[in-house]
């Protein structure tokens, strides 16, 4: 009784809302996470050659960098409104707006993380023999990805959050729930649906500093040693970071 009171009473804090609405909760959440890791991974997918033609100078720089900021700009009504025609109300609408959104994001943290490999690890590279493709995918992506997996935490706590806006269209998880309640101010709806969104971010969050952590062991082993010699210069320095590159990535 006492638990169907606080719904009666509309508490913000009910837990008899929460097993009652389990499954309904647990759906909306699982379609949260599944947009968001789709509009994630496409983003990257679409961030990384986007990048890589920003590099080849300043001319192709200031295109890429301006539309991919300009996208960011539009407000998501007005987004979702010009994806309409084309997709429909569907998650593909929700997901390419998401996507479009991540974009400046991504574009700039790949571009940084290209940009701050040492040149003279390339050269080193290089004279150990490697290619153009070579030395992309083995060293210099590999050392850019502190900056883009710093980029991708940015990017998917933030996707997490526009999700909620799909909820326009049926396609928003979590979303779904929060908009109608505020709604008809069902207060133990609003605040459950925006704890779990919010924990949603946090454990994304964390999940991919540990991965940070793991795909770039180099960064926390060679960091200390380093500072106490002073840091590499000259020949030696070239000498040392060849070797990160031929031990630490290859």
Known sequence: MAGQSCLVANDWICWEYVTSRSQELTDATLEHVWITAVSVLIGIAVSVPL?????RGRHWAAPVLGITTLLYTVPSLAMFSLLLPVFGLSAALVVTGLVLYSLTILVRNVLAGLEAVPEDVREAARGMGYGPG???????????LPALLAGVRIATVS???LTTVGSIVGKGGLGNLIAPAVNSSFKAQVLTASVL??????????ALLGLQRLLTPWTRATKAPRAKRGGPAGPAG???RAADVKAGVV
Not at 51 to 55: D, E, I, P, Q, V
């Open 134 to 144: 070579r030395l992309l995918w083995q060293v210099e992506l590999p050392l850019a």
């Open 197 to 206: 969104c919010v924990l949603l971010a946090l454990v994304a969050d964390l």
């Open 238 to 240: 070239s000498a040392g």
């Open 51 to 55: 990048a890589l033609l920003a590099r």
């Open 159 to 161: 996707t997490v959050a």
